[in-house]
């Protein structure tokens, strides 16, 4: 799929400064997208969901899993309808973690920025980048 067809689809938008044309990849391993990093499930064995843990399905407009500094640039994850759950019902030891999700086919990270970036199916961890400062860690904000 091209930025733009999946953009319709989601009825979301993008900075002017990218080609809506590109076809946008799909990935099947670890992947960052500005401030968040896309990580397989198996690679992080100490992430578990509880016996409450609720999944949702992403609907047709997207899910924001992360919104910018001062209520800007959020991170949209898309899928077609039915193909993609998720959830932010979860343990995470480094508590970097803001989301969950399962896919059967690809699902798509919209960020008005960076554009978009392509996510094959399988069970995946959404985390924040963190930067170690000299007294304390900090989030990044993208």
Not at 11 to 18: A, K, P
Not at 51 to 56: E, K, N, R
């Amino acid at each position: 799929m091209n930025l733009a067809e999946i953009l319709d689809s989601a009825e979301l938008s993008v900075l002017d400064h990218l080609e809506l044309q590109v076809a946008v990849p799909v990935l099947d391993g670890p992947q960052a997208q500005g401030d968040l990093i896309v990580v397989p499930m198996a690679m992080v064995p100490v992430v578990t969901t509880h016996s409450w843990t609720s999944w949702q399905p992403v609907p047709r407009q997207g899910v924001e899993l992360v919104r910018g500094v001062a209520g800007g640039n959020p991170h949209t994850l898309v899928a077609d309808r039915g193909v993609c759950q998720w959830t932010g019902e979860f343990r995470d030891p480094l508590r970097l973690g803001v989301a969950l999700f399962e896919n059967t086919a690809p699902v798509y990270l919209i960020h008005p920025e960076h554009g978009g970036s392509g996510v094959a199916p399988g069970r995946w961890l959404v985390r924040r980048q963190q930067e170690s400062g000299r007294h304390r860690r900090m989030l990044v904000a993208d």
